[in-house]
């Protein structure tokens, strides 16, 4: 079986000599024999449980904890927890981290794009960003809840084609017109413009918004604080009630 000196141990460990004797003088870990001559010789056993000691210390446990979870019965379970939970910790900062490398990609983007290069156009990309999941979101929810209405109408005309029965698509339009009204209440509600004049934020009324020319992206309006008509950028605006 493999002995290793103090150093070589340090060395395998990625830690200092000086790091090895500390946990020596504080019982963590133990050399398993000594030679003739006194020197500390640590077996296999010591290395993985030297490993086990500097991954428990990465996680900023300290040392008296660290050799209380070896002293445990089964200290692999209390450590397994550990594993795990520094994963899911790891896993969160690494998501956390994409978001923000993607905002700053799309913002470079932006800018390579727009015309001129201002503050102004700066936070104009800035808002368009930090909206724009919960624009696709919530989109994508709409066009959820439309899925059914859009089965009925169908339902309702081939029913009547082929039954002669009108009933279904006059409850298809009642339907319709109620959840028209509410998803686009719902919609407005959530959404502003940015004038590209002024660059201010803003949100139109909703008979306004609703007959306005538009694009999937912007919509014919009148600024609110220039009095500038035209195509505005659509953005995330939160709720209506909210403030934001």
Same mark, same amino acid.
């Given at each position: 079986?493999?002995? #290793? ?11 200092? !000599?000086?790091?090895?004797? *500390? ?12 030679? @003739?001559?006194?020197?500390?010789? #640590?077996? @296999? ?7 086990? !000691?500097?991954?428990?210390r ?6 008296? +904890? !660290? ?8 200290? $692999? ?8 939970? /520094? ?5 969160c $900062? ?17 800018? &390579? ?6 503050? @102004? ?15 696709r ?13 859009? +089965?009925? /109408? %169908?339902?309702?005309?081939?029913? %009547?084609a ?13 339907? +319709?017109?109620? %959840?028209? =009204?509410?998803?686009?209440? *719902? #919609?407005?509600?959530? =959404? ?8 201010? !934020?803003?949100?139109p009324?909703? &008979? @306004? ?19 500038? &008509?035209?195509?505005?950028? $659509? ?10």
């Amino acid at each position: 079986m493999s002995k #290793y000196t103090t150093g070589e141990i340090a060395k395998l460990c990625g830690v200092t !000599v000086r790091t090895v004797q *500390y946990y020596d003088t504080r019982g963590v870990l133990v050399p398993s024999e000594l030679s @003739e001559g006194g020197r500390r010789l #640590y077996s @296999e056993d010591d290395l993985r449980r030297m490993r086990i !000691v500097c991954f428990l210390r990465s996680l900023d446990i300290p040392v008296d +904890a !660290v050799s209380q979870i070896l002293k445990e019965e089964r200290p $692999e379970n209390v450590i397994s927890l550990l594993i795990e939970q /520094q994963e899911e910790m790891l896993s969160c $900062e690494i998501s956390e981290k994409r978001e923000k490398l993607e905002k700053l990609r799309e913002l470079k983007n932006g800018l &390579k794009n727009a015309p001129v290069s201002s503050l @102004e156009s700066i936070g104009d990309i800035a808002v368009l960003v930090e909206g724009k999941k919960k624009l696709r979101k919530m989109r994508l929810a709409m066009v959820l809840t439309g899925l059914p209405v859009t +089965a009925l /109408q %169908w339902f309702s005309i081939v029913f %009547w084609a082929v039954r002669g029965v009108w009933w279904p698509f006059a409850v298809w339009a009642a339907v +319709a017109l109620i %959840w028209g =009204v509410a998803v686009s209440r *719902y #919609y407005f509600g959530r =959404v502003k413009y940015i004038c590209p004049e002024c660059h201010e !934020v803003f949100r139109p009324s909703l &008979k @306004e918004a609703f007959f306005a020319n538009h694009t999937p992206t912007a919509r014919k309006l009148t600024c609110a604080a220039c009095g500038h &008509k035209g195509f505005c950028v $659509e953005v995330w605006g939160g709720k209506e009630n909210d403030g934001a």
